[in-house]
T-cell receptor, first 116, second 109 residues
Framework: GAGVSQSPSNKVTEKGKDVELRCDPI?????LYWYRQRLGQGLEFLIY????????KSGLPSDRFSAERTGESVSTLTIQRTQQEDSAVYLC??????????????FGSGTRLTVV | KNEVEQSPQNLTAQEGEFITINCSYS?????LHWLQQHPGGGIVSLFM?????KKHGRLIATINIQEKHSSLHITASHPRDSAVYIC???????????WGAGTKLIIKP
């Protein structure tokens, strides 16, 4: 597609339920990133995928969080047993190359997750 | 001390004013990024710089590698420029971005 597509754009869920967020990167972008932004705060790195290499999961805040990506296509971020502190905007970005330093990043519009 | 510092944190100006937002960093970088985030919206990449100056419409970004400083300028500001402007740097060594805290800009008509 022309841009990075995220779905759903908004999600309200009850505490304790599982949620799945989707990111469809720009075709051909090998690098994909997930970030979290809590209200009024900066972006937190969650996870990074680069091609078929093992992902960097160092930013995932707990074992309730997991993410998958098949090859260089769609990625899903799953949050199990959601808690109120998981409420945030979850942003996905993709880039042509590993660092993004030479090609820049394209961000999706984000998924606003509210846990009630 | 944060590795990427932005100033000011908040800025309110009248339509038409020339706006400057500053970013200083303390690490070795391969590139610096300026991004824009509208309320409730996603993030748009404005510029990626490794040296010199770039211009796009009314937006100008400059970087001084020796001084580890970058500025984002907006000429003839307009209320639609109201947003949070974020400075982020790509490190020499890896793929992660280090983010500034953002500058919340409000342009009043």
């Amino acid at each position: 597609g022309a841009g990075v597509s995220q779905s759903p754009s908004n999600k309200v869920t009850e505490k304790g339920k599982d949620v799945e967020l989707r990111c469809d990167p720009i075709s051909g972008h090998t690098a994909l990133y997930w970030y979290r932004q809590r209200l009024g705060q900066g972006l937190e790195f969650l996870i990074y995928f680069q091609g078929n290499s093992a992902p960097d999961k160092s930013g995932l805040p707990s074992d309730r969080f997991s993410a998958e990506r098949t090859g260089e296509s769609v990625s899903t971020l799953t949050i199990q047993r959601t808690q109120q502190e998981d409420s945030a905007v979850y942003l996905c970005a993709s880039s042509l190359a590993a660092t993004g330093a030479h090609y820049g990043y394209t961000f999706g519009s984000g998924t606003r997750l509210t846990v009630v | 001390k944060n590795e990427v510092e932005q100033s000011p944190q908040n800025l309110t100006a009248q339509e038409g004013e020339f706006i400057t937002i500053n970013c200083s960093y303390s690490v070795g970088i391969s590139a610096l990024h300026w991004l824009q985030q509208h309320p409730g919206g996603g993030i748009v990449s404005l510029f990626m710089l490794s040296s010199g100056k770039k211009k796009h419409g009314r937006l100008i970004a400059t970087i001084n590698i020796q001084e580890k400083h970058s500025s984002l300028h907006i000429t003839a500001s307009h209320p639609r420029d109201s947003a949070v402007y974020i400075c982020a740097v790509s490190l020499d060594s890896n793929y992660q971005l280090i983010w500034g805290a953002g500058t919340k800009l409000i342009i009043k008509p």
